[in-house]
Nanobody
Framework: VQLQASGGGEVQPGGSLRLSCAAS????????MGWFRQAPGKEREFVGAIAWSGSSTYYADSVKGRFTISRDNAKNTVYLQMNSLKPEDTAVYYCAATRSSSWRGEYNYWGQGTQVTVSS
């Protein structure tokens, strides 16, 4: 059971990045997937989530309208497209999966995190 996040990097304000999270098949197909982030000196916060079917997505107010989550079931991969990035988006981003039927449940599996830095 593994989640592998990738795609982080450094970008200027207003730029875009796409993060990927590759999951092992045993956890990918049935579980809601979420993205979280943790900035230096701050607690980890919810960014967004997607239902196992991909039919529904949910976002924190701070990223709504700028970030989009999608999933490609054929590739066992979840994506986080981040547009109009701001310096306050700088954080380590984590993907996670929950065994709960709801994205609001406890997240049981976590990826290793990928650094996103937004700076001019």
């Amino acid at each position: 059971v593994q989640l592998q996040a990738s795609g982080g990097g450094e970008v200027q304000p207003g730029g875009s990045l796409r993060l990927s999270c590759a999951a092992s098949g045993s956890i990918y197909s049935s579980y809601p997937m979420g993205w979280f982030r943790q900035a230096p000196g701050k607690e980890r916060e919810f960014v967004g989530a997607i239902a196992w079917s991909g039919s529904s997505t949910y976002y924190a107010d701070s990223v709504k309208g700028r970030f989009t989550i999608s999933r490609d079931n054929a590739k066992n991969t979840v994506y986080l497209q981040m547009n109009s990035l701001k310096p306050e988006d700088t954080a380590v981003y984590y993907c996670a999966a929950t065994r709960s039927s709801s994205w609001r449940g406890e997240y049981n599996y976590w990826g290793q995190g990928t650094q996103v830095t937004v700076s001019s």
